[in-house]
């Protein structure tokens, strides 16, 4: 079966630092990976995603994300972060074929001025 | 494409009573999940749909909790003798097919009281 572990639960930046949210999974195959946000009172919402190809994958408000298969990582960064960044990143693994993603635990990010 | 639709919004319930949680997936997406989130917990599945058949409800509650999709335009989320700690985040999500990512919806905020 796949996992998830985030092992950040909290995380704070200052406005305009970069980021680095860290995720590994679990998982013997090929997985699909992604990377979900939740701002407040809101559902989660699709960054990016990754299954093949660059290892690099570009998302959505500036983040990006790099497969590191040797170290089973999908960490997610971003060169300079904003206030409005502030909100719960969600890493999140299928396996091929499956309709059922597994979700980590959760970073929350902070984002101070 | 108004995305996945959840009603209602808010509920509050007495303990003991039923609630009724709605979701609408988007058209044409043939995978529907709920979520449950807490503070405490996160993130938890609780069951699936794929074409309308129930496929997986290894999350759910097995007393109090049922889920039914009769049709690909909803799916409900009964909650029988609400308790305190059924108080929680419902989310309902969608998918087009097997390694799609997830639509989510706003979510319904349940407090038992």
């Known amino acids: 079966a796949q996992s998830v572990t985030q092992p950040d639960a909290r995380v704070t930046v200052s406005e305009g630092a970069s980021l680095q949210l860290r995720c590994k999974y679990s998982y013997s195959g090929t997985p699909y990976l992604f990377w979900y946000v939740q701002y407040p009172r809101q559902g989660l919402q699709l960054l990016l995603k990754?299954?093949?190809?660059?290892?690099v994958v570009q998302g959505v408000n500036g983040f990006e994300a790099e497969f590191i298969k040797s170290n089973s990582s999908f960490h997610l960064r971003k060169a300079s972060v904003h206030w409005s960044d502030s909100a719960v990143y969600f890493c999140a693994v299928s396996r091929t074929g499956g309709y059922k993603v597994v979700f980590g635990s959760g970073t929350r990010l902070l984002v101070s001025p | 494409n108004a995305g996945v639709i959840q009603t209602p919004r808010h509920k509050v319930t007495g303990k003991g009573q039923e609630a009724t949680l709605w979701c609408e997936p988007i058209?044409?997406?043939?995978?529907v999940f709920w979520y449950r989130q807490t503070i405490v917990q996160g993130l938890e599945f609780l069951t699936y749909?794929?074409?309308?058949?129930?496929?997986?409800d290894s999350g759910m509650p097995k007393e109090r909790f049922s889920a039914q999709m009769p049709n690909q335009s909803h799916s409900t989320l009964k909650i029988q003798s609400t308790q305190p700690q059924d108080s929680a985040v419902y989310l309902c999500?969608?998918?087009?097919?097997?390694?799609?990512?997830?639509?989510f919806g706003s979510g319904t905020r349940l407090l038992v009281i």
């Open positions: 990754y299954y093949s190809g660059d290892p």
């Open positions: 749909f794929r074409n309308q058949a129930p496929i997986d």
């Open positions: 999500a969608s998918s087009l097919g097997a390694n799609s990512d997830y639509t």
């Open positions: 058209s044409g997406h043939s995978a």
